[in-house]
């Protein structure tokens, strides 16, 4: 009996189509878009679960850095924990607001806050380093700014600065140059003064007194100091004070001696450079 060649899975050419595949179907596109979009879907829930989890994940760390010498720093991060109680996540750190309110603590020059992921923030203050004082209730730091604390009690191994406001860089400028020339002399300015009119006067850590009137006060005393060799040794040691105002030399007054010591032949003189 004979049966048709195409039954047998014989080709017309000879060929067996046994082993062949069968080319795919509408259903086998479908199955393999449905598990594309599948995956795709378990993609975006997990990325939107992490963005969730990510956002609402509390700071558990408040790291504050810093040299400090005047400032608390667990004063610091109570200040920070408080703002943080408002909004207390990792997207929704307050950080202008913390910023603010470290910037109010006394000693604070400036302040920067940062995320640190995943639930830290750090908060770095740069303390204020008087060099001097200005008035009876302000300093003024090692980058020249003025800023106020209430009080200068316990600071008075600082030298003294006063004058008219916005003129505080310009004192510090003529302290630091008065006080390298007196470094020679074994001794430093204490207070500086600078007067509404622009007159210039200081004390001495020895306590003598110096007036400048309107001269450039370390112009002033690079010429004084080569004069002042011509009092002698003894007599620089009784210095009261010293007027510059005087253009072609400087009067002295004597500081009040014992009884038996030698008296200067004159309270008050000028002397002359040549």
């Known amino acids: 009996m004979a049966y048709p060649g195409n039954q047998l899975g014989v080709s017309s050419d000879g060929r067996n189509r046994a082993g062949s595949r069968p080319a795919p179907g509408a259903g086998g596109k479908f199955r393999a878009s449905f598990e594309a979009l599948l995956m795709l879907c378990l993609i975006w829930a997990t990325v939107a679960w992490g963005v969730q989890w990510f956002a609402e994940r509390q700071v558990q760390t408040v790291r504050v850095k810093g040299v400090f010498r005047y400032i608390d720093p667990a ?10 109680a408002s909004a207390n996540t990792y997207f929704g750190i307050p950080l202008a607001g913390i910023r603010e309110a470290v910037a109010t603590i006394p000693w604070v020059a400036d302040v920067s806050v940062e ?18 004082r200005w008035g009876d209730a302000d300093f003024i730091d090692d980058r020249m700014n ?16 006063t004058g008219p406001d916005g003129q505080e860089r310009r004192l510090v400028k003529v302290l ?18 600078l007067t509404d009119r622009w007159s210039w006067s200081l004390r001495l850590e020895s306590d003598v007194r110096i007036e400048f009137g309107r001269q450039e006060p ?9 004069l002042l060799p011509l009092l002698g040794k003894e007599r620089m ?12 030399g400087f009067a002295v007054v004597w500081k ?3 009884p038996d010591a030698e008296v200067p032949p ?6 002359s450079p040549a």
């Open 75 to 84: 004063a610091v991060e109570s200040l920070v924990r408080e703002e943080l």
């Open 115 to 132: 995320r640190r992921w995943p639930d830290r923030i750090e908060v770095e203050v740069l303390e204020h380093r008087p060099i001097a």
């Open 146 to 161: 003025r800023f106020h604390i209430g009080s200068t009690q316990g600071f008075e191994h600082l030298p003294l600065l």
């Open 176 to 193: 630091v140059g008065l006080n390298d020339r007196f470094e020679t002399w074994g001794t430093r300015v204490a207070e500086l003064k």
């Open 218 to 226: 370390v112009e002033a005393i690079a010429h004084l100091l080569g």
């Open 237 to 248: 040691a009784l210095l009261q004070s010293i007027d510059l105002r005087y253009p072609y």
């Open 256 to 258: 009040p001696h014992p």
């Open 266 to 271: 004159e309270q008050s003189r000028e002397l």
